[in-house]
C-alpha cells in the first residue's frame, strides 16, 4: 500500500494567493493553476486581464512539473534538436509543456503538487510561481 502525499485546496488556494500578489506586485496580470502530484488540477484563477491563452498554458505547465517532478525549464534545456528530449513537448497531446514558469511543489522529499503560471514573460511566471511556493512554506512553519 502506498501512502501519497498531496496539496490540498487550502494549500492550493494559499498557493494562489502568493503567486496573485506577486503578480501584482510586478504590474502582471496571471492564470494560475495548481495540480496535485499527479498533475490533476487542484485550483485555478485567471487574474483580470490574464491572457484568454494561458489558461491552457498554466495547467500545461502545472501539470508537467508536477508528474515530471522537476521545472518545466529543465525540459526547456533538454528539448533542443538533438538533445534526448528533442520532442517531448508533442507528448500527451501537446500537454508537456518546455516553457519556464512551471515548478514542482515538495514537502520534504516528496512532490506534492506543481504550480503553472502563465500572461508573463518566461522570467515573470517563474517569479511569480516561485514566490507562491515561498508564500506556501511561510504558512507550513
Known amino acids: ?63 508537467t512539473a508536477a508528474s515530471a517532478r522537476f521545472p518545466t525549464s529543465q525540459y526547456n534545456a533538454a528539448c533542443q534538436p538533438g538533445m534526448p528530449t528533442f520532442g517531448i513537448h508533442t507528448a500527451l497531446g501537446g500537454r508537456i509543456s518546455v516553457v519556464r514558469g512551471g515548478l514542482p511543489v515538495f514537502s520534504d522529499d516528496s512532490v506534492v503538487g506543481g504550480i503553472g503560471v502563465s500572461s508573463g514573460t518566461p522570467d515573470q511566471d517563474t517569479e511569480v510561481a516561485q514566490a507562491a511556493i515561498d508564500h506556501w512554506l511561510e504558512g507550513a512553519r
Open 1 to 63: 500500500m502506498l501512502n501519497v502525499k498531496r496539496l490540498d485546496v487550502e494549500d492550493a488556494e494559499r498557493l494562489i494567493a502568493g503567486a496573485e500578489a506577486k503578480a501584482r506586485d510586478i504590474g502582471v496580470p496571471m492564470c494560475i493553476s495548481v495540480v496535485d502530484e499527479s498533475g490533476n488540477l487542484i485550483a485555478f484563477k485567471r487574474m483580470d486581464g490574464g491572457k484568454v491563452h494561458s489558461i491552457q498554458v498554466a495547467q500545461d505547465k502545472a501539470f
